[in-house]
């Protein structure tokens, strides 16, 4: 089945919106609410003494019985080393997005509102990533990659996936954080400038998701049958990595904690299973009713640990 951007199309929540005119809202919104990181934040403000870089709750270890054996200021060091590697995994995840919106557009109309549109949300991104890498070098922890098969997978990923993968793995990367950031960004408990970073990031990814929410379910409604079924699957798969990478394993280390009992005890924490399906469940929810998460790609999901 294929449709123009001017066909009248419809899906399990309804008509959808018509391209353009969502690209249009959107750039109105960029025009009105676009930070400078560089200029917003005061990089320049001292570290505050005694705060933590990431809600305790947030933190994976958060009410193991090794959290409960950690002081106070081990568990705010490791809060540090997390929020590193939370934002390293923001970079590396970002630099994937830029490249698949890039593919996305090679082949539309470049005067099109869509593609303007596209264009702005690479520059969002380029400023996160250099955001993100900054609040690193500001905390004084370590960038944190991910794995080197991780990082080759997503290299196949972003040669080969096609454009309703694509969208559906690039809710996966911004919608879990995003629930996180909403949690940080009003909470007085943590960094000034890490509260900064990520009410900028919240402002601006949620423009991100109404845009990958759209095509997301244009691109359900019009690909061909071989195309969703490859796209169930290609997020599920993307869910299994995405959870594996949430966390490297090396911030345990870095704190002085047996990194293996640490991995164990956050594999085994009913608090950090319920944080992480509660942070995907808006996006799981969506998938669901628009038909992703279907055979093999919800087993997929399941086994990630994203969907109840």
Request: with cysteine; glycine share 6%; hydrophobic share 40%.
């Amino acid at each position: 089945m294929t449709a123009t951007d001017t066909e009248v199309l419809r899906d399990a929540l309804g008509l959808l919106k018509d391209r353009e005119q969502v690209a249009e809202r959107l750039l109105d919104s960029s025009a009105k609410h676009s930070f400078d990181p560089d200029t917003e934040l005061d990089w320049d403000a001292p570290l505050e003494a005694g705060k933590w870089f990431w809600p305790p709750e947030l933190v994976s270890l958060y009410d193991t019985p090794l959290w409960k054996k950690m002081s106070l200021e081990q568990q705010q060091d490791l809060s540090r080393h997390e929020a590193a590697s939370l934002a390293s995994l923001g970079i590396w995840f970002e630099i994937i997005l830029m490249q698949l919106l890039v593919r996305h557009i090679y082949d539309k109309p470049v005067t099109s509102a869509h593609v303007r549109y596209a264009l702005t949300e690479i520059a969002d991104e380029c400023r996160h990533s250099k955001m993100f890498a900054r609040m690193i070098h500001k905390g004084g922890a370590p960038a944190y990659p991910v794995s080197r098969l991780n990082h080759n997978l997503a290299r196949v990923l972003k040669t080969v996936s096609t454009t309703p993968g694509s969208f559906a793995c690039t809710l996966l990367g911004e919608e879990i954080l995003d629930w996180m950031q909403r949690l940080t960004f009003p909470d007085e408990r943590v960094q000034t400038i890490v509260r900064g970073v990520t009410r900028i990031h919240v402002v601006e990814e949620a423009r991100h998701v109404r845009y990958a929410r759209e095509e997301l379910r244009r691109q359900m409604v019009t690909a061909p049958r071989w195309e969703r079924e490859l796209t169930r699957i290609s997020s599920g798969e993307a869910a299994r990595v995405f959870s594996l990478a949430f966390v490297n394993p090396d911030v345990y280390t870095n704190v002085g904690l047996d990194k293996r009992e640490a991995v164990a005890q956050v594999r085994a924490s009913g608090h950090r299973r319920e944080v992480m399906q509660s942070g995907a469940r808006r996006l799981t929810d969506f998938l669901d009713e628009i038909g992703v998460l279907r055979g093999m790609g919800r087993r997929l999901w399941r086994s990630s640990g994203l969907l109840a």
